[in-house]
């Protein structure tokens, strides 16, 4: 992810090109890619319904 950020897919419940995902076992590791950093912004358990208000 540090050397590709945009290998993760977008966030369907959002549809914006900044937030990406990655799905890790049973986790969504949810990220937003800024100009010079990656900022995670959460870790959801894929059992959960994901609120993209929460963010």
Do not use: K, W
């Not at 966030?11 to 900044?18: D, F, I, L, R």
């Not at 799905?23 to 900022?39: A, F, H, K």
């Amino acid at each position: 992810m540090e050397t590709f950020p945009e290998c993760g897919r977008i966030v369907p419940e959002t549809n914006e090109a900044s937030l990406r995902e990655i799905i890790m076992g049973s986790y969504r590791l949810v990220y937003r890619i800024q100009s010079d950093s990656v900022e995670i912004l959460t870790v959801y358990h894929c059992a959960r319904l994901f609120d993209p208000s929460q963010l």
